[in-house]
């Protein structure tokens, strides 16, 4: 079974820094892009920032030049640099991957989403 489990959340004051990590496990053959959401209570979820395997990156427009995504494909993990940071960044961050994986001889694809880690900006 292939799961995603998030690390590295926690409370920061304003201005300060987080490092997320996103490790995939299991019968893993490949990653295609990672993403992480956020998702703060009575809103919707957003994708904030993605990465292919190629390392082609995108940014949602209000974390442009304070976050940084980048991913290790040979420990089948995404990290999520959080610089900067503002109240209005608290929220449950969410690891999103589509993966490829072995069952039984076969290999099969599954998007997953990993259990998420709460991340607080408050001084």
């Known amino acids: 079974q292939v799961q995603l489990v998030e690390s590295g959340g926690g409370l920061v004051q304003p201005g300060g820094s987080l490092r997320l990590s996103c490790a995939a496990s299991?019968?893993?053959?490949?990653?295609?892009?990672m993403t992480w959401y956020r998702q703060d209570p009575g809103k919707q979820r957003e994708a904030v920032a993605s990465?292919?395997?190629?390392?082609?990156?995108n940014y949602v427009d209000s974390v442009k030049g304070r976050f940084t995504i980048s991913r290790d494909n040979v420990k089948n993990t995404a990290y999520l640099q959080m610089n900067s940071l503002k109240p209005d960044d608290t929220a449950i961050y969410f690891c999103?991957?589509?993966?490829?994986?072995?069952?039984?001889?076969?290999?099969?694809?599954?998007?997953?989403w990993g259990q998420g880690t709460q991340v607080t900006v408050s001084s």
């Open positions: 999103h991957a589509g993966v490829i994986f072995s069952e039984h001889g076969r290999n099969r694809f599954q998007n997953i």
């Open positions: 299991g019968s893993i053959v490949s990653i295609n892009e």
């Open positions: 990465i292919t395997s190629g390392g082609a990156t």
